[in-house]
């Protein structure tokens, strides 16, 4: 998400300077890349690069065609090749050996729903959301690109009610099953893929904690994109000066922080006060809820004293509550200092969010990327 925005706010510099623009997008991949479908990248036409499709090799390649799609103001796909063994001779040098399908397409202000209307309206608020994106192998035939917006029940597309009878099965299919899909569609004797991407919110963290050790934290997942709130109960701690980097600091009462704040499936909680009873107390009213993810600074044997205690009050917690604490929070990374621990707890929410066991790639055996079935082909 954070990526999208970036993009969005690109374009809008280049359009208030007068600058055309292109957005490149990953529709498709076969075998090995290093993006997978449903990364962008903008180009305006002196060459400024916003996002990323590959891992540098393609973005020289990627600037050419995309001022050639500007010129021409018509949307063009490109394949990258590298199954070959010497793959220099496509001038990218790849080395991933996998098959790329990228769609350059021109934005024209002009249209009520181009591209970056669509990515403006996904990222304007907190929800699931799906978008569909249409193209062809063939590269002769038309392609109509970025094409469609599904959120809140509410459809934002340019498309002929013909194309939206075909698609809108599928991306409420996608919707409801929260996962991206790829699907086939034909029309007027023409076989056009399509790119049904399910998009949801960034991740909300919200760490109880106003220490120096939270710092590097906010830092890093600032950076990522990450929707975060710092709370304390300490106002000369809890202070919008200390986290500049922070979408919302509050001063709070444990048991008051979930009625200052609206959460959703991708809000997880981070207990780093260093406050026992502060602690205690927050982790009394989470467990009433079901978030997926609530990590807690501290040893195992704290977590035992803050079970004993709940167990006491007659809170204990069953399976599903006690699966989606991590305590001692982060991966084993060996880390000490502020900034090394922020790294493993960063790295561990990435890994739960995304399913992952957080182990070392070079264990791994399956692809890196691990696409479900729904994505290695078109259905």
Known sequence: MKEIRDIVRAFDIAQSEGKRSALATVVHVEGSSYRRPGARMLVTEDGQLTGAISGGCLEGDA??????????????????????????????????????????????????????????????????????????????SDQ????????????????????QENAMADVKGAFKTRTSCFKE????????????????????????????????????????????????????????RRFGKADKVLVARPEKVLEQLTTDPQTLFLLMTHNYNYDLALLRALITKEFQYIGILGPRKKFGR???????????LDRD????????????IGAETAEEIAVSIVAEIKAVLA??????LREKQDPIHGRPASLSSYE
């Open 306 to 316: 803050m079970l004993a205690d709940l167990q006491e009050e007659g809170r204990p």
């Open 63 to 140: 600037l050419r065609k995309a001022l050639y799609a500007i010129n021409q103001q018509q949307n063009k796909l490109v394949t990258y090749d590298t199954t070959h063994e010497d793959d220099v001779q496509f001038g990218v040098q790849l080395g991933c050996n996998g098959i790329v399908h990228i769609l350059f397409e021109p934005i024209d202000n002009i249209r009520e729903f181009h591209p970056i209307r669509l990515l403006k309206e996904l990222i304007g608020e907190r929800r699931d959301a799906v978008l569909l994106t249409l193209f062809s192998l063939d590269r002769l």
């Open 144 to 163: 109509p690109g970025t094409a469609l917006l599904y959120a809140d029940g509410q459809v934002q597309t340019a498309l002929s009610g013909h194309w």
């Open 185 to 240: 569609y034909l029309r007027d004797n023409a076989t056009f893929k399509a790119f049904v991407e399910f998009v949801p919110p960034p991740p909300a963290i919200v760490i109880a904690g106003a220490g120096n050790d939270v710092l590097p934290l906010v830092d890093i997942m600032a950076m990522l994109g990450w929707h975060i709130t710092v709370v304390d109960g300490r106002a000369h701690y809890a202070t919008s």
């Open 355 to 360: 399913g992952r066991s957080g182990g070392a």
């Open 321 to 332: 509550r006690l699966t989606a604490i991590h305590t001692p929070i982060g991966l084993d």
